[in-house]
C-alpha cells in the first residue's frame, strides 16, 4: 500500500531547529510568504496555516515571554528586556557583555 507524501508547504515542512526554538527571522519569512500567496489569489490549506500557526508558537518570541512570565523574579527585568529586544528588532547587550566583546 503506497502511502500519500505530505504536502509541502510554505515554511520548510519537516524542518527542525535543533533547539525547537524558531528564529524570529524564519516566522518573518513565513508571514511574507503567507501574505504574498494570498496576495496572488492562490489556495491556501488548512494544513499550511495551521503550520503557520504552529511556528510562531515556537518562535522565540514566545519561548521568551514564557521565560518572563514563568521564571524567577530576579531573572524577570533581563528576560523582558530580552523580549522587548526581540519586538523591537534590537540586540540589547549588558555591560559585562560588551566589555568582553571589547577586549577581545
Known sequence: MATKRPETTLFGHGVQPENGVVPLENVHAAAAALLHRVAEGGEISISVLREFAGLVLRSELVEASRQVLEGP????????????SLVLGVRVVDDAEEGKEGAG
Open 73 to 84: 523574579p530576579e531573572f524577570a527585568v533581563r528576560r523582558a528586556l530580552e523580549l522587548a
